[in-house]
């Protein structure tokens, strides 16, 4: 909250709460930066060897979950659980593995529900209407995140809100059951649901325990309300601190706008996968430090797939002493087993580039500049051998998630990519040459460049020879 760097204590669990998102469509690109971004964190935190435990929360239960799921006519448990496993399937794609705990919303009503009546008690909230509500007044330190003058603090809950709170600052903990909504809970205050911030605040102490836990993370746009309240139910009915650091990504920008869905201006990571590839959508993550705004367009994922393609090249002509013949992940690319600071098997000009890209993610968790000493690394062994060059590689490319890149290719492309050199040749017979390029870019995206010829279109391996 100060703005200041803290030094994490190795003698003790680092906790990390991120905010997942709510589950009304599928994610957009956006949604995706962190969870990217603190998956990594903790994997870089384990690899230096604290004991870190990953937990990003997914919102099944909230209004947007509500109106989308009646705009379609079907219920919305039902839109949530679709939803749900959509983002389980596009964030498994990008290959980064799970979080250590995924809780829902819909699974944590209890602890809600008794946290809420910790409020009530200590005098910290009060029930109006079936409703009950945060006395903002009642928290001496309420701003202390987002250093907001009070009359600038809008919660955004709504006129149907406004005449039952005894202040407008009031945020809602439970809403009683509305007309029109199909799912409800019981509780002390009768049927209904919980409101969006009190969801976090169970969720974050039922998976990780007595507060305060080490970092709570999230993006920028969160810092308030939302962290905001979270920080005021939890101290209030903890006493203590919710998390000693708050680490807030910024937003993914087109044109200077950020992308959200009430914008209309989304480009779904599902479509960025397809178009791109897991190894160019990770690259973009992580080209920019994750605090600042990140320029989102075609332009930008093609410099990602560039830079890709430059280290997968990179490999090729200097393959790791472990690499695999069938086409298996390379060690150290294998999740947890990476070795940590100190552990690979690297010397001289290998083992300080490997120490110079951990000291740059030690740093704030600087991951553009871990890549350019990366690349820096890559070009001087480019142009002269660097013992060991492939194997220090692919230990920086574990630690941002690119070890995939390391993976020796098949000899041919899979049934999949066939499948697609097919349609793109049947819609140039058919002169679709847009869906034609389309199905060209897929394939880029997953490594293949599409060759024609006066015997027909075949696939190589992108900048592959």
């Not at 004991?51 to 799921?69: E, G, M, P, S």
Request: proline letters at 6%; one cysteine or more; charged letters at 25%.
């Amino acid at each position: 909250m100060s703005g200041e760097r803290r030094v994490l204590d190795p003698s003790e669990e680092v906790g990390i709460y991120a905010c997942g998102p709510t589950v009304y469509s599928r994610i957009h690109i956006g949604n995706a930066r962190p969870f990217v971004v603190f998956s990594l964190l903790a994997r870089f935190l384990k690899s230096e060897g604290y004991a870190a435990r990953l937990a990003i929360n997914v919102t099944d239960i909230n209004d947007k979950i509500y109106t989308a799921a009646a705009e379609r006519g079907i219920p919305s448990g039902e839109l949530a659980r679709e939803m749900t496993a959509a983002y389980f399937e596009d964030t498994g794609r990008l290959g980064l593995g799970r979080p250590d705990a995924e809780p829902l919303a819909t699974d944590t009503i209890k602890p809600i529900v008794e946290l809420i009546s910790d409020l009530v008690e200590s005098g910290n909230a009060y029930e109006s209407g079936g409703d009950v509500y945060f006395s903002v007044r009642s928290f001496e330190g309420y701003g202390k995140l987002s250093h907001r003058p009070t009359e600038t603090m809008e919660q955004g809950e709504g006129d149907d809100a406004g005449s039952l709170k005894r202040d407008p600052l009031d945020f809602a903990l439970w809403k009683s059951h509305k007309e029109g909504e199909d799912t409800h809970w019981e509780s002390p205050w009768g049927p209904g649901r919980p409101g969006w911030h009190i969801e976090c605040s169970a969720m974050a102490e039922e998976v990780l325990g007595d507060l305060p836990f080490a970092i709570h993370g999230g993006g920028s746009d969160l810092v308030f309300p939302h962290h905001e309240n979270e920080i005021a139910q939890s101290e209030a009915a903890r006493g203590r601190p919710l998390a000693k650091v708050w680490m807030h990504n910024g937003m993914i920008e087109t044109k200077a706008e950020k992308m959200s869905k009430s914008e209309g201006n989304i480009f779904q990571l599902s479509e960025a996968l397809d178009r791109f590839g897991s190894e160019a959508v990770v690259a973009y993550l992580v080209s920019g430090h994750y605090r600042q705004p990140l320029a989102f367009g075609e332009e930008q994922l093609n410099e990602a797939v560039a830079r890709v393609d430059r280290l997968r090249n990179f490999l090729r002509s200097n393959p790791p002493a472990s690499a695999v013949a069938d086409g298996g992940p390379l060690p150290p690319g294998n999740g947890p087993e990476a070795p940590g600071r100190g552990e690979g098997a690297h010397s001289g000009e290998a083992a300080h580039a490997v120490d110079r890209f951990r000291d740059a993610l030690a740093d704030d968790f600087n991951t553009p500049r871990a890549m350019s000493e990366l690349f820096d690394f890559v070009r001087t062994a480019n142009h002269e051998p660097v013992a060991g060059a492939g194997d220090a590689v692919v230990e920086m490319l574990w630690l941002v998630g690119l070890e995939s890149l390391a993976e020796a290719r098949q000899s041919g492309p899979d049934e999949g990519a066939l499948g697609l050199l097919a349609e793109r040749e049947q819609a140039r017979a058919d002169r679709n040459f847009d869906r034609a390029d389309g199905l060209r870019d897929e394939l880029a995206g997953l490594g293949w460049e599409v060759r024609d010829s006066a015997e027909g279109a075949t696939l190589v391996p992108r900048n592959g020879g």
